[in-house]
């Protein structure tokens, strides 16, 4: 069974940090180019950042440039997002995928997603 499972979420204060994690199993990871998206009500699902199958390139919304580092750990199955400098405006749920469009930010190039977790920044 194909899954993806984030963990990491929570409440934080402005411009404190997080560090999410997706867990992947049941499917070659290294041959997934990996994302992270999020979705606030009343919004579409926005891209994040998203990591090549090898790690070697990133590519990130401007929104969160500088501030969010995705990596990748193909031993461990894991996908990281390191969330620095958080901002109100950066309170959604956030998502993983995996999907085979090179560095994609379409939520169309990924196949596969998780269930989400919540993260919360309180000013």
């Known amino acids: 069974q194909v899954q993806l499972v984030e963990s990491g979420g929570g409440l934080v204060q402005t411009g404190g940090s997080l560090r999410l994690s997706c867990a992947a199993s049941?499917?070659?990871?290294?041959?997934?180019?990996m994302g992270w998206f999020r979705h606030t009500p009343g919004k579409e699902r926005q891209f994040v950042a998203g990591?090549?199958?090898?790690?070697?390139?990133?590519r990130y919304a401007d929104s969160v440039k500088g501030r969010f580092t995705i990596s990748r750990d193909d031993a461990k199955n894991t996908v990281y997002l390191q969330m620095n400098s958080l901002r109100s405006e950066d309170t959604a749920v956030y998502y993983c995928?995996?999907?085979?469009?090179?560095?994609?930010?379409?939520?169309?190039?990924?196949?596969?997603w998780g269930q989400g977790t919540q993260v919360t920044v309180s000013s």
């Open positions: 049941g499917l070659t990871f290294s041959s997934y180019v």
């Open positions: 990591i090549t199958y090898s790690g070697g390139r990133t």
């Open positions: 995928a995996a999907g085979r469009t090179y560095l994609g930010t379409s939520i169309n190039d990924y196949d596969v």
